[in-house]
Structures are given as C-alpha cells and as structure tokens.
C-alpha cells in the first residue's frame, strides 16, 4: 500500500504562483510515475502532468504547458508541481496519482487551488 498526501494548495490572485507537494510514503518500491489531476466544479477530472521515471519523460496538458513545471525528489517520493501565471480557470482540486509497476493507482485526497480574477 501507498500513502499519498497533496499539500500546497490555497487561494492566489491570477497571475500568481503556487506549488504543490505530493508526498508517497509506505510501499514504494517500484513506483513507476506521478502524475498531477485536477477537478473543477462539475466537470470531470483531467491529466494536468505526469512523470514517468523509466526514462524521466514528462507531459502537460496543453493549457498548462509552459506555465506549470511536474519535478521529483531523487527517490521518486516527494513530486512538486510548480504553477506560475496562474489562471481563473485553473481553479479545481488538485489530486496526485502515483502509480506503482504500471499497475497500481493511489490518489491522495486532494487540495484545493483558488484563482481569482
């Protein structure tokens, strides 16, 4: 089992910065990517970022690409996820997704992100 914990959310005016945490703890060995997601209110959850550790490849989702930067700690255990110029419309909450051997999926219970115009 992994443990997954998001923190870092919170309230910014448009143009401003946040970065979130995501810290896997337990069983993993063997982790093989992390990914960010996010919800906003009644639309469906969507792929924001992930890192794939096979060959250390990352991808965006297009309205946050050169905006929002996915990193790694060396042991795969912590992920950030930088986000700059911020958006009204990247308001959601913010989940992350570690999956382990290409198998396994573990969400934490999210954190919310709040951008205002």
């Known amino acids: 089992q992994v443990q997954v914990v998001e923190s870092g959310g919170g309230s910014v005016q448009a143009g401003g910065s946040l970065r979130l945490s995501c810290v896997a703890s337990?069983?993993?060995?063997?982790?093989?990517?992390t990914a960010w997601y996010r919800q906003a209110l009644g639309k469906q959850r969507e792929l924001v970022a992930v890192?794939?550790?096979?060959?250390?490849?990352?991808n965006y989702l297009d309205s946050v690409q050169g905006r929002f930067t996915i990193s790694s700690d060396n042991a795969k255990n912590t992920v950030y996820l930088q986000m700059n110029n911020l958006k009204p419309e990247d308001t959601a909450v913010y989940y992350c997704?570690?999956?382990?051997?290409?198998?396994?999926?573990?969400w934490g219970q999210g954190t919310q992100v709040t951008v205002s115009s």
């Open positions: 337990g069983d993993t060995f063997g982790i093989s990517a």
């Open positions: 890192i794939r550790y096979v060959d250390d490849q990352s």
């Open positions: 997704n570690v999956n382990v051997q290409w198998r396994a999926n573990y």
